[in-house]
């Protein structure tokens, strides 16, 4: 699922949260009413995401709020936010309220741009930008393994996928170009032909899209929505990257590769990691 939502304010509009849990609202340091909140429709979790701007100069930061079941994503963000803190850039985790039903994320704002916009104004040197991009893939793929306590495994996404179908969860509409027309069913089964990737696990974040990542002063800032972050398939990064590429070039899909080391594409483990993302 190829996106290409901002997460500075083009696809934002004028709104704030109807309730905002004392411990979050003390770590803003400000009276609400003295903020600019934008509520932001990027994210796939179902969270609702608010911008939140102090006009008299203070930091920007973003409040993600979920309930139910997308609180517990919520959750695990914090949780992940948390350990990755001092390990790769990452947004500082400023509060954090769980609530019965409800779960608050507070973080500071990174700076720059996401990849997405960068790429598409068209006005850099793309080929650079990728390179950059894939030394920080390197960092989070370089973190020692056996110190990560999150299972972002195939056989772990896999059990969620297939309760996502069978929930009635999985959004057809949004599938990737090639499978339009397809529903839930039709990806799962085409997933079961391919072999399940066994390489050695690294340390994934999960959702490597070109909207998840930060680019500042020509190097990335930081990489954010990290709830999916565990111990996977390296492809399961390079899989959606490469696939977020392909809306910019086969060029930059190439360079990446290369970049990574990879030489060639391994089309299966792509094929596997990308009709998998189709199911969350």
């Avoid at 704030?16 to 609202?25: D, I, L, R």
């Avoid at 994320?105 to 068209?122: I, K, R």
């Avoid at 006005?123 to 990728?130: E, M, N, P, R, S």
Wanted: glycine share 8%.
């Amino acid at each position: 699922m190829t996106r290409g939502a901002t997460v500075d304010g083009s696809r934002e509009s004028p709104c704030s949260p109807p309730h905002v849990p004392p411990c979050v609202a003390e770590a803003l340091r400000a009276a609400r009413d003295a903020l600019a909140w934008t509520l932001s429709s990027v994210g796939q979790s179902g969270a609702a995401v608010w911008r939140v701007r102090d006009p008299r100069g203070g930091p920007d930061h973003y409040l993600k709020h979920g309930t139910g079941d997308v609180a517990e994503a919520v959750r695990e963000e914090a949780a992940r936010l948390r350990w990755l803190a001092g390990r790769v850039a990452v947004p500082e985790l400023i509060a954090f309220a769980d609530e019965a039903d409800a779960a608050w994320l507070l973080t500071a704002a990174l700076p720059g741009l996401t990849a997405w916009e960068v790429l598409d104004a068209g006005d850099v040197d793309a080929g650079a930008v990728v390179d950059a991009i894939a030394a920080c893939l390197h960092e989070w793929h370089a973190l020692a393994p056996q110190d990560c306590p999150f299972d972002a495994s195939a056989t772990q996404r896999l059990a969620a996928a297939r309760a996502r179908i069978d929930a009635g969860l999985v959004d057809a509409d949004d599938f990737d170009p090639e499978r339009t027309g397809w529903n839930a069913e039709q990806v799962w089964d085409a997933l079961a032909a391919l072999p399940l990737p066994s390489a050695p696990p690294v340390v994934s974040h999960g959702d490597f899209s070109l909207d998840n990542i930060l680019i500042a002063d020509g190097g990335v800032s930081g990489c954010i929505d990290v709830g999916r972050a565990g111990l996977a398939d390296r492809y399961q990064d390079i899989a959606i990257l490469w696939n977020c590429l392909g809306e910019f070039g086969p060029h930059l899909q190439s360079r990446l590769l290369a970049a990574l080391g990879e030489g060639s594409r391994d089309r299966a483990r792509i094929d596997f990691h990308l009709l998998l993302d189709e199911l969350f």
